[in-house]
């Protein structure tokens, strides 16, 4: 079994077009995204245009959850941005996706961690910023999962692989289409890859063991920040461009 892990696109569709022409080469025989799909300042309604015909096996975000319970007024400037490009017919298909999946014997995909989809796995963030997560941390976070080989999560934007005391091994594949931000909550901090590129893994059973490759690819990252810039977000062009925030 061979899987293509991607997560957190955020509306990039010249990098998600990328990573699809990546994963066009590499054969493999399923494609997992993780949610975070569409809520940015690029382009929402092309980039569910080309993903909800793709067949993936696909899961619900945060941002997902936000654009449909949050009223319009109460959302924030990259989910206000998707609400207002996205049309009923992809209201409707993301209503529709799930929290989380199985998408092969012994592996589970969420966003977050399994009790939030706001909820950073394996960082823990405190009132000195963002950090890697201790073991501790992240075993306690998985306490509740139920019998699992490969745990695959995103919403950090950071590519990790981390084998948990439990003995799970936990992906995270980086982000596809936004390299770095700000939040603010539960305190602030800064989330960077370090370089523009887009993000993605490759999961494979080999034997009894998983092998895992973390991805990063060229795109025209130049194309992406422009358009943010055009739509109002200054923020997200620069670190489209840098991948730092």
Known sequence: MRIAVLSD????LPAFESVLEDIDRQH???VVNLGDLFSGGIEPSQTADRMMGLGHVVIRGNHERQLLDTPRESLSPSDRWAADQLDQRHMEWIARLPGSAEPA???LAIHGSPRSDMEY???TVDQYGAHPA????IDERIRDIPPT???LCGHSHLARIVQAGSGVLIVNPGSVGWPAFRARHPEPH???AGSPHARYAIVERVGQEWAVSLRAIPYHWDTAARIATANGRPDISSNLLTGWA
């Open 9 to 12: 696109v955020h509306g990039n």
């Open 28 to 30: 493999v025989d399923l």
């Open 105 to 107: 014997p012994g592996v």
């Open 121 to 123: 796995l394996l960082e």
């Open 134 to 137: 201790t073991l501790e941390e």
């Open 149 to 151: 080989e490969v745990l």
């Open 190 to 192: 800064v989330m960077e």
